[in-house]
């Protein structure tokens, strides 16, 4: 019988820790295909159209759209403005 506290405690933990590791994706929304922000940018600078791959199927919406995308309408993207375009695609192809 001291087993059955334990393993009550072992399957507890197993369920807590994939939660925390399901959590991460579930609100950063399902995986878009496309590359990370810190995957392009050199050295976190802000990236220009001609920065984003030609090849990369999951950027060429952005590729067409890029001054949508661009909402301080300077020529080039930061994190913020990546990040929210590349998100925003993903949840208009969920719905």
Known sequence: MPYRPLACIALATLLVAGAAQASPQASAGQDTGAPS???????GKPLRRSDLPKDNEALRELRAHFGEADKDHNGS????EYDAYIHKADAQKQN
Do not use: N, P
């Open 77 to 80: 993207l930061d994190k913020s």
């Open 37 to 43: 922000f810190a995957d392009l940018s050199k050295d």
